[in-house]
């Protein structure tokens, strides 16, 4: 079983960065279901989700969902879209801006060229399922997302590796809210689906969560 734990090494920018074959082989492209559960800490910029486990999940494309960006997409990050309040860091957050490049951000955006929101950190919530420099492909590529009562859902469909002609790539990320996840708390996951066309050489890939900035302990959580 791949674990997500909290790393208090002071190697986080090694420990943080994978390569998209590394992804592959230990993902096998298949669907991919993790979750990350609050356990309250008290001090705030302090991660407070905990890696719980991961398993295959069928992979369920977004319907109804709102698009924010679709075809020929290259480093753009969507206006602000207000959210119930969204716990992270333990402060509430009610705003979430979605990069093009595979990840999210809470309260602020990330620069649109940002490929790697996780190693340093941006002083805002990140929560990057496939950080990495992406783009869209044709008319069928796009990143969007549904809200309701259940959570926050948000997807990027048919994108690729800047310049790998012949990719395509589609995952999630999922804000469960903790009367729908069976655990009594909130919930991330992320959810990959078709990989198609995969190409090499390999390249960095960021997947996992944090808050603040700098390599404080305590403040990110990634998968091993």
Not at 82 to 95: D, K
Not at 155 to 161: D, G, P, S
Not at 168 to 186: D, E, M
């Amino acid at each position: 079983m791949l674990r997500l734990r909290n790393l208090l090494e002071s190697s986080i920018v090694l420990n943080l960065h994978y390569t998209f074959m590394q992804i592959i082989d230990k993902y096998s492209a298949v669907a991919c279901f993790l979750v990350i559960l609050c356990d309250l800490p008290l001090s705030a910029q302090i991660l407070d989700y905990n890696y719980i486990f991961q398993s295959t999940d069928t992979w369920t494309e977004l319907s109804g969902d709102q698009v924010v960006f679709s075809g020929a997409f290259d480093d753009d990050v969507s206006a602000a879209i207000t959210t119930l309040p969204v716990t992270m860091g333990v402060e509430p957050h009610t705003s979430l801006y979605i990069s093009t490049n595979g990840f999210m951000t809470l309260s602020a955006a990330a620069a649109p060229n940002n490929y790697d929101p996780l190693s340093q950190g941006i002083s805002v919530p990140v929560i990057a399922p496939f950080a990495t420099n992406l783009e869209g492909i044709d008319a069928t590529s796009k990143v969007s997302y549904t809200i309701d009562f259940q959570g926050i859902r948000v997807q990027w469909k048919n994108v690729r590796r800047v310049g790998y002609v012949g990719e395509s790539l589609s995952f999630q990320a999922r804000i469960i809210n903790q009367v729908y996840t069976g655990f009594g708390f909130g919930s991330i996951s992320f959810i990959y689906g078709p990989f198609q066309g995969v190409a090499v050489p390999s390249t960095s890939v960021h997947v996992g969560i944090r808050v603040g900035t700098g390599d404080t302990a305590g403040t990110y959580s990634t998968r091993s």
